[in-house]
Nanobody
């Protein structure tokens, strides 16, 4: 099982990035995919999730209206579009996979079985 994030970088406030998460080694269609981030001296927090069950999307309040999650099952890739970036969005962004029948809230780390290594996003003022 492998999740590989890419697309991070340094961007000015107000700018945009598109993060990618390439999955392999498991049945992609059967997993919810979440994005988490960990800022400096902060706990890792849930940012967004895309449900395997019905394609529903979920977002943290802090990113609603600015971030968009999407996926391509054929490519086994999930993207997170980050618009109107703020300095507080700085952090390492991780994608994670959770089995379809996993319980718990989408933003709970314990729900996810597989994690990528992360990609750094730095937003300058």
């Amino acid at each position: 099982v492998q999740l590989v994030e890419s697309g991070g970088g340094l961007v000015q406030a107000g700018g945009s990035l598109r993060l990618s998460c390439a999955a392999s080694g498991f049945s992609f269609d059967d997993y919810h995919i979440g994005w988490f981030r960990q800022g400096p001296r902060k706990e890792r927090e849930g940012v967004s999730c895309l449900s395997a069950a019905d394609g529903s999307t979920y977002y943290a309040d802090s990113v609603k209206g600015r971030f968009t999650i999407s996926k391509d099952n054929a490519k086994k890739t999930v993207w997170l579009r980050l618009n109107d970036l703020k300095t507080e969005d700085t952090g390492v962004y991780y994608c994670a996979a959770s089995r379809r029948n996993s319980g718990g809230d989408w933003y709970r780390r314990a729900r996810y079985q597989y994690w990528g290594q992360g990609t750094q996003v730095t937003v300058s003022s």
